[in-house]
Structures are given as structure tokens and as C-alpha cells.
């Protein structure tokens, strides 16, 4: 005897409380919609395009769908954090059953920081890379990382939103100069609307190098630490990695893509 199913088709009903919903396609399952257990995020990527991003000794991923897309263009350095994006992107949508509660922006730097895309919460992967692909690294070299981090901050305090933890993904290969005050100010921001900030540094060069990067996860987990405790706002450990190479750059963005699925009782024993 074949077991009764545990969801029917309904048409033009709305789910009867928390305990129940309705999917896409008019199903009405007993239980709670999957997709609003899972934290919503504003994710912000702050991504190095200085000159030395140009290098052509790390490349896109290979044998993927965005592969000749990407190499087309940015056949190097940058080219491999586009697709570790995609990739990051990918990742974040699996399972996701109707609209996208996570909000993207994607912050470029040099000398310089630009926005690239704000508060993006309808483009699909494919899109939000269509946005980026044509970009190319500068040909002068420097980094100024406090002038990403006060336009990382622009960006979060412009599109802050009760609904969404915020989160910073920040990439560079090389070596900034960074003022404590400035990381510092940027993790006070997100405390005082409410939210701590969660934030990730990766290096795409060597590891020796890199003092800043780990001095801002430093300076940031130490304001996450000391930050009030509440139940909407869930704790999400900053972090540092070093990726040597594309596949491990690849492994790093997919591993942060899946801490954040964690439900929400979880992220609030973290």
C-alpha cells in the first residue's frame, strides 16, 4: 500500500499560519516554508582590482558553464574571483524555493572604490556576472583599503534593512594600509542599526603578505564579540583565509555560501 502524500495542490490559497505553505506551483506542504528559516543576508563583495589583478598565473575555473564568458575578458587574476562569484552565487540559490530574501552588492577597488552593483535582490548569477564580466583589472598598481571600507560602509548604511544580516566578503592579493578606526567604524555602524556585522577577508596572494586582511577580521570579530546579543541578530564568525590557487579561492567563497544556511536557532548558538 502506497503511503499518503504529505502536500496537495491548492489554487488561490494562502497558507493557513507559520506551520504550513504554499510553493510555487500550489502545492501545500505541512510544515514551515524552508527558505524563511534560513537567515536573509545583505552580501556585500568587496573585490581587488588593482593591476596586479591582471596576472595571468591564477585563472577562471575551468570547465564551467560562465568559463569562456569570463576568459573572453578576464582571462587572470580577476577572472578567477569572477568565477569563485558565480560560483559563490550558485551556491546561495540552492534550494531557495521562491523569491530571493539575500540582497547583493559588489564594490570593485583599486586607488579607488566604485560600486558596482547595489542591493541587487532579483538578478539571477548568470545576470549579476553579465554585470561584472567586462570589467578589467587597472594597469597602475595599489590598493587602498580604507577606501573600500568607507564605501563598504556607504553602501550598508544606504541599503540597511531590518530584514538582513549584514555581511562583507572582502578579496584583495596584495597589501593595503588600513586604520583600525575605519573596520572598527564600519562593525560599529552595523551594531548601532541593530545587526552585527559578519565580516570575511581573502587573500588571493601570499599568505606572508596579508598583515591587513587578518588585522581587519581581527578588529572585527573583536567588535562582534563585545556587541550586545539579540534574537534577530545572529552570529555569523568573521574569518581570513589564504587561497593559494583558483580551486581553493573556488572552495573558500562555496564554504562561506554554506555557513550561511545554517538555520537560525543555529546561527544563534554559534
Same mark, same amino acid.
Given at each position: 500500500?502506497s503511503?499518503p502524500?504529505?502536500?496537495?495542490?491548492?489554487?488561490?490559497v494562502?497558507?493557513p499560519?507559520?506551520?504550513?505553505?504554499v510553493?510555487g506551483?500550489?502545492?501545500l506542504?505541512?510544515?514551515?516554508?524552508?527558505?524563511?528559516l534560513?537567515?536573509?543576508?545583505?552580501?556585500?563583495?568587496?573585490?581587488?582590482?588593482?593591476?596586479?589583478?591582471?596576472?595571468?598565473?591564477r585563472?577562471?575555473?575551468?570547465?564551467?558553464?560562465?568559463?569562456?564568458?569570463?576568459?573572453?575578458?578576464?582571462?587572470?587574476?580577476?577572472g578567477?574571483?569572477?568565477?569563485a562569484?558565480?560560483?559563490?552565487?550558485?551556491?546561495?540559490?540552492?534550494?531557495?524555493?521562491?523569491?530571493?530574501?539575500?540582497?547583493?552588492?559588489v564594490i570593485?577597488?583599486?586607488?579607488?572604490?566604485n560600486? /558596482?552593483?547595489?542591493?541587487?535582490? $532579483?538578478? %539571477?548569477p548568470?545576470? &549579476?556576472? =553579465?554585470r #561584472?564580466?567586462?570589467? !578589467?583589472?587597472?594597469?597602475?598598481?595599489g590598493?587602498?583599503?580604507?577606501?573600500?571600507?568607507?564605501?563598504?560602509?556607504?553602501?550598508?548604511?544606504?541599503?540597511?534593512s531590518?530584514?538582513?544580516?549584514?555581511?562583507?566578503?572582502?578579496?584583495?592579493?596584495?597589501?593595503?594600509?588600513?586604520?583600525?578606526?575605519?573596520i572598527?567604524?564600519?562593525?560599529?555602524?552595523?551594531?548601532?542599526?541593530?545587526?552585527?556585522l559578519?565580516?570575511?577577508a581573502?587573500?588571493?596572494?601570499?599568505?606572508?603578505?596579508?598583515?591587513?586582511?587578518?588585522?581587519?577580521?581581527?578588529?572585527?570579530g573583536?567588535?562582534?564579540?563585545?556587541a550586545?546579543?539579540?534574537?534577530l541578530?545572529?552570529?555569523?564568525?568573521?574569518s581570513?583565509?589564504?587561497? /593559494?590557487?583558483?580551486?581553493?579561492? $573556488?572552495e %573558500?567563497?562555496?564554504? &562561506?555560501? =554554506?555557513s #550561511?544556511?545554517?538555520? !537560525?536557532?543555529?546561527?544563534?548558538?554559534?
Amino acid at each position: 500500500m502506497s503511503k499518503p502524500s504529505s502536500h496537495f495542490v491548492m489554487s488561490n490559497v494562502q497558507p493557513p499560519g507559520n506551520s504550513t505553505y504554499v510553493s510555487g506551483d500550489g502545492h501545500l506542504f505541512g510544515c514551515p516554508d524552508p527558505n524563511s528559516l534560513r537567515q536573509a543576508f545583505h552580501i556585500i563583495f568587496v573585490l581587488d582590482r588593482s593591476g596586479s589583478m591582471n596576472s595571468t598565473d591564477r585563472r577562471p575555473l575551468q570547465d564551467q558553464p560562465m568559463t569562456n564568458r569570463i576568459t573572453n575578458y578576464n582571462d587572470n587574476r580577476f577572472g578567477a574571483v569572477l568565477s569563485a562569484l558565480h560560483r559563490f552565487l550558485m551556491a546561495r540559490d540552492s534550494g531557495v524555493t521562491g523569491p530571493r530574501r539575500d540582497t547583493y552588492s559588489v564594490i570593485t577597488f583599486g586607488t579607488s572604490a566604485n560600486t /558596482r552593483i547595489s542591493n541587487d535582490s $532579483t538578478s %539571477t548569477p548568470d545576470r &549579476i556576472l =553579465d554585470r #561584472l564580466i567586462e570589467l !578589467r583589472p587597472f594597469t597602475s598598481a595599489g590598493t587602498k583599503f580604507d577606501a573600500a571600507l568607507k564605501q563598504t560602509q556607504q553602501i550598508m548604511t544606504a541599503n540597511w534593512s531590518t530584514d538582513r544580516s549584514p555581511l562583507v566578503v572582502f578579496l584583495s592579493d596584495g597589501q593595503g594600509r588600513v586604520d583600525d578606526k575605519t573596520i572598527s567604524g564600519l562593525c560599529d555602524a552595523a551594531i548601532a542599526r541593530g545587526k552585527p556585522l559578519s565580516f570575511h577577508a581573502v587573500s588571493f596572494g601570499r599568505d606572508s603578505s596579508s598583515q591587513s586582511l587578518r588585522r581587519m577580521v581581527t578588529v572585527a570579530g573583536n567588535v562582534v564579540r563585545n556587541a550586545p546579543r539579540g534574537p534577530l541578530a545572529p552570529v555569523v564568525p568573521c574569518s581570513y583565509s589564504n587561497a /593559494r590557487d583558483t580551486i581553493r579561492l $573556488t572552495e %573558500t567563497f562555496i564554504n &562561506i555560501a =554554506d555557513s #550561511l544556511k545554517k538555520p !537560525r536557532a543555529a546561527l544563534l548558538r554559534a
